[in-house]
């Protein structure tokens, strides 16, 4: 079936410094990726989506980019801001099939 | 964002009560879903809506049960539950259920503890 993994966390970065987040999937056909940021307190919010190879997802300063050979979809920002902590997590979906999530990776930023 | 609003944010029950969560979704989306959220947890969908009708429902006990009166709203009614079901319940809605590229879109959720 199809699954995603997500780096493990917690991940613990200095303000500025650079992010990625890894993101693995498996799945048959062509599924749609997506990353969801949680934050504190707060119900899950769509960062940014990619719906086929080679599309790059961006928004707030984050991008990813759907691929294929690789089968991943791994979260990037150049310069991170204390604003950013919260949870991250992957998804993907294929069809008519639900969301799959990966567990989430909670990202700490420190002053 | 308001799209999806959840009710109440914070509930506090005893193992007899019966109580319910509402969602109300403001995007004029066709399907609705609610998922639990538990602590070391992946998010575990529990059930689908689509056009009013429930397309999935996924091994949950009976204890919860849900119903869609029309396609802006949904509840999740609660009785006898037990404390591992204390979790985050968060509702979501989406345009199209059958479109892989259809995105949902998740209310605040409601924070559930039962004594």
């Known amino acids: 079936g199809n699954s995603v993994t997500q780096m493990e966390g917690p991940v613990t970065l200095s303000e500025e410094a650079f992010l990625t987040i890894n993101c693995t999937y498996t799945?048959?056909?062509?599924?749609?990726l997506f990353w969801y940021v949680q934050y504190p307190g707060e119900g899950l919010q769509l960062l940014l989506k990619?719906?086929?190879?080679?599309d790059k997802g961006s928004n707030k300063g984050f991008e990813a980019t759907y691929r294929k050979e690789t089968t991943s979809f791994h979260l990037e920002k150049g310069s991170v801001q204390v604003s950013d902590s919260a949870v991250y997590f992957c998804?993907?979906?294929?069809?008519?099939?639900?969301?799959?999530f990966g567990q989430g990776t909670r990202l700490t930023i420190n002053p | 964002e308001t799209g999806v609003t959840q009710t109440p944010r914070h509930l506090v029950m005893g193992m007899t009560n019966k109580k319910s969560l509402k969602c109300e979704q403001h995007l004029g989306h066709n399907a609705m879903y609610w998922y639990k959220q538990s602590a070391k947890k992946p998010l575990e969908l529990m059930f689908v809506y689509s056009l009013e009708e429930r397309v999935e429902n996924n091994s949950v006990p009976s204890r919860f049960s849900p119903e869609c009166p029309n396609s802006s709203h949904l509840f999740l009614h609660l009785h006898t539950l037990q404390p591992e079901d204390s979790a985050l319940y968060l509702c979501?809605?989406?345009?199209?259920?059958?479109?892989?590229?259809?995105?949902?879109?998740f209310g605040p959720g409601t924070r559930l503890t039962v004594l």
């Open positions: 799945a048959t056909g062509y599924p749609s």
């Open positions: 979501a809605s989406s345009q199209e259920l059958a479109d892989r590229t259809d995105t949902q879109y």
């Open positions: 990619a719906t086929k190879a080679d």
């Open positions: 998804a993907l979906r294929q069809g008519a099939q639900k969301l799959v």
